[in-house]
């Protein structure tokens, strides 16, 4: 005769919480820590010292898609995720913007760091005959 322990099938309601508050205080700390390195970013790179190089109009236009990615993305998924409401599934525009912006600004802020890395390596050949 097998006895079961219907103990270990119950599942503490704390660790079920636990998704949902990893979600909403991850998500805040990402939140915060993208927009004070946005306007670090931004400051730096309009500074008297890298507006003369065109690597940093890259990175300040990066700056600005990673913004929009951080604010609006993370936000809708901070909502949608932690809190349990349902705003993508309830509003099919939120959900086509979500999704445009979170494969566009993704997209677009990693082509124009990779186009701010090839200014640089070609702004510091001296030889002109290279290509």
């Known amino acids: 005769m097998s006895v079961t ?28 820590t993208g927009n004070i390195s ?13 507006r003369g190089r065109a690597c940093s109009i890259y990175l300040i236009a ?10 609006y993305v993370l936000v809708i998924r901070m909502i ?13 525009v939120v959900c086509k913007i979500r999704q445009f912006l979170s494969q566009y600004t993704h997209q677009v802020a990693f082509t124009l760091i990779t186009l701010a890395t090839i200014d640089r390596l070609l702004s510091t050949h001296h030889s002109i005959g290279m290509f």
């Open 62 to 71: 990066e700056s600005y898609f990673n913004f929009l990615y951080f604010d």
């Open 5 to 32: 322990n219907m103990s270990s099938n119950i599942i503490d309601p704390t660790l079920l919480l636990i998704p949902y508050q990893l979600n909403i205080y991850l998500g805040l700390f990402i939140f915060i």
């Open 38 to 50: 946005w306007i670090g970013n931004i400051i730096v790179f309009s500074s008297r010292n890298f």
């Open 80 to 92: 949608q995720k932690g809190f349990r409401l349902p705003i993508i599934n309830r509003y099919d």
